[in-house]
């Protein structure tokens, strides 16, 4: 059985190789983005056209590098953000940055993404292991949509990569939080591929991670 780390032990894993001054943030970024691409790329071969939805945290910093790389090996790609750039982690505002130079960002809206139905290929970096509440608003919607509510999951899902996890998927424990306390499922997308970092986490195996996720690829970030 491949050894899996909780999210907790991965930010500690992180955390240490910084600390030790092995590595920095930006590089570990740097690598899981590259990393998240070279899968893409891997996975959809004679694709050439990705939408990449980033979110307001590091999982929407790798989304940023995922872009800048995609645009360098000649794909055509979008970036929509939900989020505040002022309020961006520093890693994930220094990729927003040096997307910002070579590619528009426009608002992640519902109107937006369903834009996008040319797209070969849909990045969700919206959400990663810091997920800590309910989205809700125009994120809900959006998520709801990339959740196949409304019938387009057969459409959506061949194209649908999550980076870490589908965001709304809880890491660790393969659930949906919020699920048992309301009438209806939170949205979270069931993906076609999920890249993740280092090791596998006990959510991408378990409950319902396994369909949430599709094939998993677990890139090596020199921890
Ligand atoms: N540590 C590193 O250098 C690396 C991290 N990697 C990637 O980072 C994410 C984890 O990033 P983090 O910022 O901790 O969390 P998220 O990006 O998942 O989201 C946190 C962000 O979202 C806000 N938030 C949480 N819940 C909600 C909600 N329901 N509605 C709106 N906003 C919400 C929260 O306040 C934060 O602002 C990890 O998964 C990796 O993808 C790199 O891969 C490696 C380097
Ligand atoms: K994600």
Excluded at 137 to 149: F, K, N, P, Q
Excluded at 201 to 215: D, F, I, Q
């Amino acid at each position: 059985m491949t050894e899996l780390v909780t999210a907790e032990e991965m930010r500690a894993l992180e955390r240490a190789a910084m600390d030790s001054g092995r590595v920095t943030g930006l590089e570990l970024m740097e690598r899981a983005g590259r990393g998240v691409a070279e899968a893409i790329r891997a996975h959809w071969p004679d694709a050439r056209r990705a939408v990449v939805l980033c979110g307001p945290g590091n999982n929407g910093g790798d989304g940023f590098v995922v872009a800048r790389h995609l645009s360098d090996a000649g794909w055509q790609v979008d970036v929509l953000f939900h989020g505040d750039v002022r309020r961006l982690p520093p890693d994930a505002l220094a990729n927003h940055d040096r997307w910002a130079a070579m590619g528009a960002v426009e608002p992640l809206t519902l109107r937006a993404v369903k834009r996008t139905g040319a797209a070969d290929v849909l990045v969700d970096a919206i959400f990663g292991i810091g997920l800590s509440r309910r989205a809700s608003g125009e994120l809900e919607r959006v998520l709801c949509h990339l959740a196949g509510y409304g019938g387009d999951r057969a459409f959506l899902q061949p194209k649908l990569v999550a980076v870490d996890v589908p965001s709304g998927l809880d890491a660790d424990s393969g659930e949906i939080p919020g699920k048992g306390a309301l009438e209806w499922a939170p949205p979270c997308p069931f993906c076609a591929l999920t890249v993740t970092f280092h090791r596998a986490k006990p959510g991408h195996c378990r409950a319902e991670g396994p369909e949430h996720c599709g094939k998993l690829i677990v890139k090596d970030i020199g921890l």
